[in-house]
């Protein structure tokens, strides 16, 4: 759906918008929306904190009202500050660290001195105000040396705009309420989607890796019970002794964070096995402290998990790794190359039924997180070598797949946020004219309409 542009425009003497409607009027936050900023009590003032008066943070503003806050200040704080009480059906505008969020207070409330309160008592309709303050008051920031945009309560107090009467303020409200419903509606759908798609790619790769690729083939009783069936040919065994060589990480004072050097040898932990890149990450140690660490030194090949923090996550070692060592909170492993394909073991490990698991041990055992004695005791489903292949290879062209939906998916909702985005940017600064809209008699299935004409 397209919408029409206004019939006449006049120069607005903005550099970023050129023209606005004829008849929309000059406004200035100053002259014509009252707000007022709030304030935070010194931190080392208990007292100040030990009350029952509602206080706003930017916590509080995650949904689109704020009915309680989960701090709350004194009437000794309000009375040595003088804090100005910010009425019910005033609306919040955050301006500091994360700006833009938006909410309507349904309480009578103070708010800190990130938040400015637009109070319900002025000539503009707050429905409105909702969109088009995210459009101006940022542009009238300052900007940081990284970028950021600064905000004070003179700097909102300055900012300039134009805008219709009343009337039309709320009927480009009311427009823009549908309409980004109706976006927000497939947003949430592609959201869906994702999710589903990761659902299934879990339960998928879980059958594969637990019950094999052949759904003809017998099966009999592992003898395990969280892992029930498995194929009849398969074998199941203790991992420890299907490995040729084990170590866990550094323990103690042998590597510290004073240890590491700006450059030297790698250090591997976490956030390389967590996101399965090996590339990222600036830990080293010096060639001294390499020599005395070789029993923890990677090879290709090796399968890595996690024991401590994030538990349970699995990386093989790629080929061309720069040479480095294990930290703390990891565990290597060699698997016996004639009996296990590394890969295979990694896509296990990571499968629903051992994930789920892994969890139960951890929080089973005496010290936080997994140990080599929890691993070395779980008992691993092993097809035949080839079998395993084959799996690993099914897996990969399954990730190739399921990686581009969900990209599609995620696509999908990048486009719906700019066209959004686009849509209320279009409104506010009349390069669409809405005075014409109406709702639809029914509710449709969600269905996009957005302004082509921005």
Same mark, same amino acid.
Request: contains cysteine; charged residues 25%; proline residues 7%.
């Given at each position: 759906?397209?919408?029409?542009?206004?019939?006449?425009?006049?120069?607005?003497?903005?550099?970023?918008?050129?023209?606005?409607?004829?008849?929309?009027?000059?406004?200035?936050?100053? =002259?014509?929306?009252?707000?007022? *900023?709030?304030?935070?009590?010194?931190?080392?003032?208990?007292?100040?904190?030990?009350?029952?008066?509602?206080?706003?943070?930017?916590?509080?503003?995650?949904?689109?009202?704020?009915?309680?806050?989960?701090? @709350?200040?004194?009437?000794?704080?309000?009375?040595?500050?003088?804090? /100005?009480?910010?009425?019910?059906?005033?609306?919040?505008?955050?301006?500091?660290?994360? *700006?833009?969020?938006?909410?309507?207070?349904?309480?009578?409330?103070?708010?800190?001195?990130?938040?400015?309160?637009? #109070?319900?008592?002025?000539?503009?309709?707050?429905?409105?105000?909702?969109?088009?303050?995210?459009?101006?008051?940022? =542009?009238?920031?300052?900007?940081?040396?990284?970028?950021?945009? &600064?905000?004070?309560?003179?700097?909102?107090?300055?900012?300039?705009?134009?805008?219709?009467?009343?009337?039309?303020?709320?009927?480009? %409200?009311?427009?823009?309420?549908?309409?980004?419903?109706?976006?927000?509606?497939?947003? !949430?759908?592609?959201?869906?989607?994702?999710?589903? &798609?990761?659902? /299934? =790619?879990?339960?998928?790769?879980?059958?594969?890796?637990? @019950?094999? &690729?052949?759904?003809?083939?017998?099966?009999?009783?592992?003898?395990?019970?969280?892992?029930? !069936?498995?194929?009849?040919?398969?074998?199941?065994?203790? #991992?420890?002794?299907?490995?040729?060589?084990?170590?866990?990480?550094?323990?103690?004072?042998?590597?510290?964070?004073?240890?590491?050097?700006?450059?030297?040898?790698?250090?591997?932990?976490?956030?390389? $096995?967590?996101?399965?890149?090996?590339?990222?990450?600036?830990?080293?140690?010096?060639?001294?402290?390499?020599?005395?660490?070789?029993?923890? *030194?990677?090879?290709?090949?090796?399968? &890595?998990?996690?024991?401590?923090?994030?538990?349970?996550?699995?990386? $093989? $070692?790629?080929?061309?790794?720069?040479?480095?060592?294990?930290?703390?909170? #990891?565990?290597?492993?060699?698997?016996?190359?004639?009996?296990? $394909?590394? !890969?295979?073991? @990694?896509?296990?490990?990571?499968?629903? +039924?051992?994930?789920?698991?892994?969890?139960?041990?951890?929080?089973?055992?005496?010290?936080?997180?997994?140990?080599?004695?929890?691993?070395?005791?779980?008992?691993?489903?092993?097809?035949?070598?080839?079998?395993?292949?084959?799996?690993?290879?099914?897996?990969?062209?399954?990730?190739?797949?399921?990686? !581009?939906?969900?990209?599609?998916?995620?696509?999908?909702?990048?486009?719906?946020?700019? +066209?959004?985005?686009?849509?209320?940017?279009?409104?506010?600064?009349?390069?669409?004219?809405?005075?014409?809209?109406?709702?639809?008699?029914?509710?449709? %299935?969600?269905?996009?309409?957005?302004?082509?004409?921005?």
């Amino acid at each position: 759906m397209t919408f029409p542009a206004y019939p006449e425009y006049k120069p607005s003497g903005f550099d970023w918008l050129p023209e606005v409607p004829a008849h929309w009027m000059d406004r200035k936050i100053a =002259r014509d929306i009252p707000f007022v *900023v709030g304030w935070t009590p010194p931190s080392g003032k208990d007292e100040y904190y030990d009350g029952d008066l509602p206080w706003v943070t930017i916590a509080d503003m995650t949904q689109m009202t704020v009915e309680d806050t989960k701090s @709350k200040i004194s009437h000794l704080a309000v009375r040595d500050k003088g804090a /100005k009480v910010v009425p019910a059906g005033s609306m919040l505008f955050s301006f500091k660290l994360s *700006v833009g969020k938006i909410a309507f207070l349904t309480i009578d409330s103070y708010t800190n001195e990130a938040i400015a309160g637009f #109070l319900p008592c002025g000539p503009l309709d707050l429905e409105y105000w909702k969109y088009a303050a995210p459009e101006f008051i940022p =542009r009238y920031g300052r900007e940081n040396i990284y970028g950021a945009t &600064l905000l004070n309560q003179e700097l909102i107090s300055s900012v300039r705009f134009f805008a219709p009467a009343r009337v039309e303020q709320t009927q480009i %409200a009311r427009f823009l309420d549908h309409e980004t419903a109706r976006i927000d509606a497939l947003i !949430e759908e592609q959201q869906r989607l994702i999710e589903l &798609l990761k659902e /299934k =790619r879990q339960a998928v790769i879980s059958h594969a890796v637990t @019950k094999g &690729l052949d759904p003809t083939v017998p099966m009999k009783d592992s003898g395990v019970e969280w892992l029930g !069936e498995v194929p009849a040919h398969w074998s199941v065994s203790p #991992l420890k002794f299907l490995v040729d060589e084990k170590v866990a990480g550094p323990y103690g004072a042998s590597l510290t964070k004073a240890m590491y050097t700006d450059s030297g040898y790698r250090v591997y932990g976490q956030q390389q $096995v967590i996101s399965d890149d090996f590339s990222i990450g600036d830990y080293y140690i010096s060639e001294e402290k390499f020599s005395e660490m070789q029993r923890y *030194v990677v090879f290709p090949g090796d399968v &890595l998990i996690s024991v401590m923090g994030t538990i349970g996550r699995v990386s $093989v $070692v790629p080929v061309g790794v720069e040479v480095g060592i294990i930290n703390p909170r #990891l565990v290597r492993y060699k698997f016996a190359q004639r009996k296990v $394909v590394p !890969e295979f073991v @990694k896509i296990l490990l990571m499968s629903l +039924r051992y994930q789920s698991r892994l969890r139960e041990e951890s929080q089973g055992s005496t010290m936080e997180g997994l140990n080599m004695v929890i691993l070395g005791d779980l008992p691993l489903v092993l097809p035949p070598l080839d079998e395993q292949l084959s799996i690993v290879a099914f897996v990969k062209a399954y990730d190739f797949s399921f990686n !581009e939906l969900v990209e599609q998916a995620e696509s999908a909702v990048g486009l719906l946020q700019e +066209r959004r985005f686009a849509l209320i940017s279009a409104a506010v600064t009349g390069k669409i004219d809405v005075r014409g809209w109406q709702p639809p008699a029914s509710t449709q %299935a969600p269905e996009l309409a957005v302004a082509e004409a921005v």
